[in-house]
């Protein structure tokens, strides 16, 4: 445990040192960012507006008590979209769409020999291959974070337009109620971490890939299921200490 964390410090480490020409890493972080944030809106939409719309539903069956108002089911899914749902489900979603990438991508650099060569031509290949996506990761994921709030608070609008279950007047006004603007900080900065766990861990698991294909299915296999372990113990640890 203790040599694969010092493995993976050192790696991050030198993935930071100052790059030889910077118009190169400039350009391999914008494709990055491409890659990530423009590639991954489509799922990104489709699960935002289900989690809201189905937060919603199940908030108002919840608090089906003639004593109890209407429009509070609008402030609790509010909130846990904002704090919840949008954040972390997205992120999981993420190390399975981008942390795979990441992973194979650069397994099969590294088992076709293409990191070796970059190393023998003087390159910094932890710095050329994976800064970037660091870099991307902890710019475009809270930026998805954002739109998935969005779309969750959108798709609980519909959900009450469609079925009927509150008033579209008592949800917005429960969106109004008691808002806090201590839920945008710990989601962002849940987003923040969960894009550097996403990208480093899958970035590492994919560096130290040995052998050929099947080993670099494992790779990305193992940096998806690490990097979901981390972002849940993150989630707790994030939420204990902000809220």
């Not at 507006?49 to 609008?74: D, E, K």
């Not at 902890?138 to 609008?157: D, W």
């Amino acid at each position: 445990m203790f040599q694969t964390l010092g493995r993976y410090l050192l790696l991050i480490r030198l993935s930071f040192r100052k790059p030889e020409k910077f118009s190169v890493y400039w350009a391999e972080v914008m494709r990055e960012m491409v890659s990530i944030g423009v590639g991954s809106m489509g799922i990104i939409s489709i699960i935002s507006v289900f989690i809201g719309a189905v937060a919603t539903i199940q908030v108002a069956f919840q608090l089906s008590s003639p004593l109890v108002p209407r429009s509070i089911a609008g402030s609790i899914a509010r909130d846990s979209t904002i704090l919840e749902f949008s954040p972390t489900i997205s992120a999981l979603v993420l190390a399975g769409r981008v942390g795979s990438s990441i992973a194979s991508q650069i397994g099969t650099m590294r088992v076709t020999e293409q990191i070796d060569a970059l190393e023998i031509m003087g390159v910094n290949a932890p710095g050329y291959l994976i800064a970037p996506k660091i870099i991307a990761g902890i710019t475009m994921i809270p930026i998805l974070v954002i739109y998935s709030m969005v779309l969750g608070i959108l798709g609980g609008y519909i959900a009450c337009a469609l079925t009927g279950t509150i008033a579209t007047t008592d949800y917005l006004a429960g969106l109004r109620e008691g808002f806090n603007v201590i839920i945008i900080q710990v989601a962002l900065t849940k987003a923040f971490f969960y894009g550097f766990i996403i990208t480093s861990v899958c970035a590492y698991q994919g560096f130290y890939t040995s052998g050929g294909a099947l080993e670099v299915g494992q790779s990305a296999t193992t940096g998806v299921v690490y990097s979901c372990i981390f972002i849940l113990f993150a989630d707790l640890v994030i939420s204990s200490a902000m809220l």
